[in-house]
């Protein structure tokens, strides 16, 4: 019983720290970029021209 309730307890406190899922960007809405933010389903991040190749780099859905 006691492993039962330390098991519940700590699935609860575990629970505080997991953030919620973050919404998919909209068309014309900024993608990728250090928050690796994604696009909506059927959208693509499209960066910006002369962009392609570096580290963080966002664009547009």
């Known amino acids: ?21 973050a ?13 690796g933010i994604q696009c909506d389903k059927g959208l693509w991040c499209d960066p910006e021209p002369g962009q392609c ?3 963080d780099i966002a664009g547009k859905c």
């Not at 406190?13 to 899922?21: C, G, I, M, Q």
């Open 53 to 55: 190749s570096g580290a």
């Open 1 to 21: 019983m006691t492993k039962i309730l330390w098991t519940l307890a700590s699935a609860l406190a575990l629970s505080h720290f997991v953030s919620a899922p």
């Open 23 to 35: 919404s998919a960007a909209k068309v014309g809405e900024m993608c990728a970029g250090i928050a």
